[in-house]
Structures are given as C-alpha cells and as structure tokens.
C-alpha cells in the first residue's frame, strides 16, 4: 500500500492541488491528513473538499482548526493583542465561505489516532502528545523532547506535523518518528533552504509489516496563481500572505506588521462586529 501523508496547508488549496496529482501519479492509495488544513490562506473549503474527494482515511484536527472554537470564547480574545485580531479576521473570512457539512467536519475532527496498518502500528498526532500548538517539537529540539512519545504510545511509527519541516529521528526506545513537512507553508531555519517554496509531503510504501520506501517529497506549483487568489478573494492580510508565499516569512507572531494592517482596513472594528454577531447567534 502506499499512503500519501499531507499536512498544514492552511487554506493553500493552489499547493495541495499540486500534491495531490503528484500522489496520484505516483499511486497513492489513500491520503492520510494531520491537521491544519485551514486558515491563512484562502482556499480552506477548497482544501476540505479536495481530501474528501479522494481517499483520505484518517483526518486530524490541528490549532488553526482549533481556533474556530476558540474565537467564541470570550476568555480567550484579547482585541489589545495584534494577533489575536488576526485571528478573529481569518476566522471570519472562513465563516464567510464554509458550507454546514464543513464546519461539522471540523468540529468532529479527533486530537490524535493510533491503528495499525499492514502489520504495523501507527500514532498519528498534530503536534505533541499533550497539545497540538507551540514548539516543543521542532526538529532542532533536545531529544528528551521527543521522548514524550514513547510515553504516550507504543506504536511503532509515530507521525506528526505543525513544525512545517520535514523530519527523520527515532525516541529513545527505537520508534521511528516522522513529518512530512508543510504542503502550504514550508518552512526552515536556513535562510538558503527557506527559499524553497515547493509544496511538502510524505510518500511512503508499507507492505508485510514494514517500510519498503519513504519520500520526503517538494512539488513546485503556482506560487502567482495562489497569490492572485488570496487578492481577488479579499483575503485579510493577502500581502503579508504574499510575502509568506513568496520568502516563507510568516505574519501570525509578527505584531509590527499586524498592527499597520489592523488600522490600515479597520480589522479591530471588523472584529468586533463579528465577535458580536457570532456570540448574539450562541445565545439564541
């Protein structure tokens, strides 16, 4: 069987096109999906759609999906804080697009999975075992860090995602761990190997109760055709999404440039009203 692992696209439909015609090429028979497929970009309904209409057998819920719920939590919104009217902003250009089916897609989508595949035990996670957001799994972390898994599982093969790199590297007690990098927004820590915008994913073949090949695939797509999207779509914050697209560049942590945005369209106001309009509908 070969199974094609896709994660974080964050609403980069134009990427995960591209990835999923290259799976198909190489004959993939099922796609396995951990989480973060929405939000940033403009296409998150589009990014759904395209997973459901292949063979996708396992969905993960990731932060950014989390962040759907965490907007209608009064406790957890700070309209001080840049970043969280980011936030709010993206949600509700999602809110916008999403059909019934999608949103009680995502409100169902499971924290981890653990099954076992041709003989083989697999942990699918988004992030760490006990939280799928911050960064105490980069690549470039101490080993007890990943040693978390083997206390959490005793799979033989434990996947996870959210770091947006690619990664080999075993736990302590011989588990293989791996990630398949960010379908839509790849990242690196080397300014030279951040330059490369292609679209990441895992390609591996299991049969008989082992790995008969692992790819850490880069498939190039349409970086323009994407960008043209998010500005025709009206997607909050479409240039700072360019700048991601183009340098790898992120815009979520990066306050200087959100709070010339958020004054620049009145994103703060935009906010409010929609946190307004979500908690009227909560209460009826």
């Known amino acids: 069987m070969k199974v094609a692992i896709v994660s974080d696209s964050h609403g980069n439909a134009t990427a995960l096109t591209s990835v999923i ?13 951990l989480g973060d497929i929405a939000l940033t970009g403009p296409g ?20 950014w999906e989390d962040t759907y719920g ?13 970043e969280d009217i ?11 697009h999403f059909s019934a089916d999608i949103r009680k897609q995502i409100a169902g989508l499971p924290f981890k999975q653990e099954f076992s595949f041709e003989g083989i035990k697999f942990a699918l996670y988004h992030n760490s075992p006990d939280s799928d957001h911050g960064h105490q799994m980069l690549p470039t ?6 040693d978390l898994f ?5 799979a033989d093969i434990i ?5 947006h790199q690619q990664l080999l590297r075993y736990t302590d007690s011989g588990q293989m761990i791996l990630n398949p990098g960010s379908v839509g927004e790849p990242w690196a820590v080397s300014s030279n190997l951040l330059l490369n915008r292609r679209a990441n994913y895992l390609l591996m073949d299991v049969d008989n109760g082992g790995i008969s090949n692992l790819e850490f695939k880069h498939i190039g797509y349409n970086l323009e055709k994407e ?11 479409a240039n700072l999404y360019e700048r991601l697209i183009k340098t790898g560049k992120g815009f979520t942590h990066d306050d200087q440039s959100l709070i010339i945005e958020n004054k620049k369209h009145g994103y703060r106001s935009l906010a409010e009203e929609f946190l307004s309009q979500i908690n009227s509908s909560t209460h009826d």
Request: hydrophobic share 35%.
């Open 44 to 63: 998150s309904e589009a990014c759904y759609r395209l997973l459901d209409q292949i063979n996708t057998t396992h969905f993960l819920r990731g932060n």
């Open 159 to 163: 996947i996870y995602a959210h770091v």
């Open 86 to 96: 980011a936030a709010v902003m993206q949600v509700r250009f999602d809110e916008l």
């Open 21 to 33: 015609k290259d799976a198909q090429k190489n004959h993939a028979d099922q796609f396995w999906s």
């Open 70 to 82: 965490q907007v209608r939590e009064k406790d957890l919104v700070n309209l001080e804080d840049p």
């Open 150 to 154: 083997s206390k959490d599982t005793n």
């Open 141 to 146: 972390n101490r080993q007890e860090n990943f």
């Open 227 to 237: 960008i043209d999207l998010a500005y025709s779509r009206d997607l909050p914050y």
